[in-house]
């Protein structure tokens, strides 16, 4: 059995944050802190296994999805109402 983990790190409209952060090189780190939590906020992360019987006699050659994950950091960091 060959077992593959895929994780992936997904921002939403990267090229809004690049030029943020290019405009706000010469600002205080305060501007910068904000852009990172924006970004933080529009993170997603992606986990996939998948799973394949590698060996000489499998009858079923194809790859099974055995788990699929998906999470928004700023989910764990809300605070609770």
């Known amino acids: 059995m060959v077992e593959i983990t895929m994780i992936f790190h997904v921002l ?29 906020d529009n993170l997603l ?8 019987d590698m060996s000489k006699n499998a009858n079923d050659t194809s790859w099974i999805i ?6 928004s950091p700023s989910e764990y960091l809300k605070e609770p109402n």
Request: aromatic share 12%; hydrophobic share 35%.
């Open 66 to 71: 055995t788990e699929l994950n998906h999470w």
């Open 45 to 52: 992360i992606c986990n996939y296994k998948f799973l394949r």
């Open 12 to 40: 939403k409209n990267p090229h809004l944050y690049q030029e943020e952060i290019m405009q706000n090189s010469d600002k205080t780190l305060t501007n910068w802190a904000l852009t990172v939590k924006k970004m933080r």
